[in-house]
T-cell receptor, first 114, second 110 residues
Framework: KAGVTQTPRYLIKTRGQQVTLSCSPISGHRSVSWYQQTPGQGLQFLFEYFSETQRNKGNFPGRFSGRQFSNSRSEMNVSTLELGDSALYLC?????????????FGPGTRLTVL | GIQVEQSPPDLILQEGANSTLRCNFSDSVNNLQWFHQNPWGQLINLFYIPSGTKQNGRLSATTVATERYSLLYISSSQTTDSGVYFCAVGKSYNTDKLIFGTGTRLQVFP
């Protein structure tokens, strides 16, 4: 069974631009969560989607948004990019989003904002 | 919110040595996972262990939920064990949100 996939793997953008990242969960998994990893802040929860609904959101500005499609694939969008948005963005999937299930992470998208 | 602390922050070992990594958490949890972050950034699942003990080859883990800590044991370490080890916990049945510790950076030298 294929693992969680993320595209693109690397991205370079300039300040003010917007970006869309994609995450395809493991087949059959219905929950997708997104995390941002930076050297200064560590791994921080962005948001979580289950059955096309955002179920939980971390403490990030409104420039960060996401959605989930009927096939459970998810996208996250960052508008008006800032230098501080440079980070590794990781997504995770779980089978039923019940909170107690094992989660599996994709390889990440490394975003650099110049 | 729940706090997750990992120790030690850094660990330097010679190949063949054993090590113990610790994860303390401040509240009851229903999910606890250990991950190894590879040099390319991917989080590799090591253990899903909200309670009890598990072993996988040279690695084993124990979570004592009542005392709010988990331990990851690495025996006969190899250079390929190098990297950052994260503990992450979840405490609700209504969300998959994981709270991560700050990690333990392990360097194994030949």
């Amino acid at each position: 069974k294929a693992g969680v996939t993320q595209t693109p793997r690397y991205l370079i953008k300039t300040r003010g631009q917007q970006v869309t990242l994609s995450c395809s969960p493991i087949s059959g998994h219905r929950s997708v969560s997104w995390y941002q990893q930076t050297p200064g802040q560590g791994l921080q929860f962005l948001f979580e989607y289950f059955s096309e609904t955002q179920r939980n959101k971390g403490n990030f500005p409104g420039r960060f948004s996401g959605r989930q499609f009927s096939n459970s694939r998810s996208e996250m969008n960052v508008s008006t990019l800032e230098l501080g948005d440079s980070a590794l963005y990781l997504c995770a999937s779980s089978l039923d989003g019940g909170g107690a299930g094992e989660q599996f992470f994709g390889p990440g998208t490394r975003l650099t904002v110049l | 919110g729940i706090q997750v602390e990992q120790s030690p922050p850094d660990l330097i070992l010679q190949e063949g040595a054993n090590s113990t990594l610790r994860c303390n958490f401040s509240d009851s949890v229903n999910n606890l996972q250990w991950f190894h972050q590879n040099p390319w950034g991917q989080l590799i699942n090591l253990f899903y262990i909200p309670s009890g003990t598990k072993q996988n080859g040279r690695l084993s883990a124990t979570t004592v939920a009542t005392e709010r800590y988990s331990l990851l044991y690495i025996s006969s370490s190899q250079t390929t064990d190098s990297g950052v080890y994260f503990c992450a916990v979840g405490k609700s049945y209504n969300t998959d949100k994981l709270i991560f510790g700050t990690g333990t950076r392990l360097q194994v030298f030949p």
